[in-house]
């Protein structure tokens, strides 16, 4: 099996396709990894989180300096990185994150807990500002 990595063109497009990924928070002594949709728009990741009232995502939001979103797919072989901070997006670019998740997200809305009802959460746009991108894809060696 071989790795090569992948351009800045193909990590856009990755991501303006797959919409998905794992996002990895921390506190500083533990993580705390959830599968997110998500919009692209080339400088930012777009989030719509849903909490209730005792939210570990908010918690762990909250805390992180740092945080990880972790994109691949099976076949074909690739994987995106992108680290940066996780901020709310101010209310003059809400439009812009709910646009960019419309667009792209694999699913742009979803209840995000089995205990509690969508009418009792509340949800709120993030993005990710990446500090690092990285890709690879794999495939079979010589």
């Known amino acids: ?16 396709e797959q919409g998905s990924g794992v996002l990895s928070l921390t506190d500083g002594a ?8 998500f919009g692209y728009e080339g400088d ?11 939210s570990q995502k908010l918690s762990f939001i909250e805390t992180t300096d740092v945080a990880t979103l972790t994109a691949f797919t099976d076949d074909p072989a690739r994987s995106v990185l992108v680290r940066g901070p996780l901020e709310p997006v101010p209310e003059a670019d809400q439009q ?3 646009g960019a ?11 995000v807990s ?24 794999f495939g079979p060696g010589p």
């Open 1 to 16: 099996m071989t790795a090569t990595a992948l351009t800045r063109d193909e990590i856009d497009a990755f991501l303006r």
């Open 30 to 37: 533990e993580t705390y990894a959830v599968p997110e949709s």
């Open 44 to 54: 930012v990741l777009y989030f719509q989180l849903g909490f209730d009232s005792d």
């Open 96 to 98: 812009r994150a709910s």
């Open 101 to 111: 998740i419309a667009a792209n997200a694999t699913i742009p809305a979803l209840n």
């Open 114 to 137: 089995l205990e509690t009802m969508t009418d009792e959460l509340a949800f709120e746009f993030y993005r990710l500002v990446p500090q690092e991108l990285s890709g690879r894809a």
